[in-house]
């Protein structure tokens, strides 16, 4: 049997538990709960021929309901809801399902409410970005999606978010 080493394989290489209790949970910071709407996103992670991913790191980062992203980038950010992180980590489970508990983001001037994605998966040679959004809005992000695949990056009535990492419904990925 061969073993793949360091030089035939790509890290990181997560522990099975690489995700901390509630991590997943952007509704309550430090005990204190998060103004605005609180929703459930999840969906299922998987490969081109849909077999599940399991423990893949998910993280999501996004503004709170005012639509200010808790950041020193946005200008805003010392007005943001102080009871909101907006990062969250979620690992996929043996069927690639992930969840997070969080608050329906506002808009930011220019955009329409989104929620970012990142995801990191043994193997993988980078990490993988996307943004999904609530509706077909005018988001400049979105319309540089070709119109053929931008309903890949709208969720689904429930908040219902799938991502797929390559093929035909690949979920579109963003560079930096």
């Known amino acids: 049997m061969m073993i793949p080493t360091g030089e035939a394989t790509i890290g990181p290489?997560?522990?099975?538990?690489?995700?901390?209790?509630?991590?997943?949970?952007?509704?309550?910071?430090?005990?204190?709960?998060?103004?605005?709407?609180?929703?459930?996103?999840?969906?299922?992670?998987?490969?081109?021929?849909?077999?599940?991913?399991?423990?893949?790191?998910?993280?999501?980062?996004?503004?709170?309901?005012?639509?200010i992203f808790r950041h020193p980038a946005?200008?805003?950010?010392?007005?943001?809801?102080?009871?909101?992180l907006g990062w969250g980590r979620a690992a996929t489970d043996a069927q690639g399902n992930?969840?997070?508990?969080?608050?329906?983001?506002?808009?930011?001037e220019g955009r329409a409410p989104h929620i970012n994605f990142m995801v990191m998966f043994s193997g993988l040679m980078r990490i993988l970005k996307t943004t999904m959004f609530f509706e077909d809005g005018k988001d400049p992000v979105l319309m540089a999606v070709p119109a053929a695949r931008r309903s890949l990056l709208i969720a689904k009535g429930n908040y219902?978010?799938?991502?797929?990492?390559?093929g035909e419904n690949e979920t579109p990925f963003f560079d930096d």
């Open 13 to 67: 290489f997560f522990p099975p538990r690489y995700v901390d209790a509630g991590a997943n949970d952007l509704t309550v910071f430090e005990g204190r709960k998060a103004k605005g709407e609180a929703i459930e996103i999840h969906g299922r992670v998987m490969q081109e021929d849909g077999t599940a991913l399991e423990n893949l790191i998910v993280e999501i980062w996004q503004a709170d309901a005012g639509g």
């Open 160 to 166: 219902e978010f799938n991502i797929r990492l390559r």
């Open 98 to 108: 992930y969840r997070f508990k969080t608050i329906r983001p506002g808009a930011q």
């Open 74 to 84: 946005d200008p805003r950010h010392a007005q943001a809801d102080p009871n909101f």
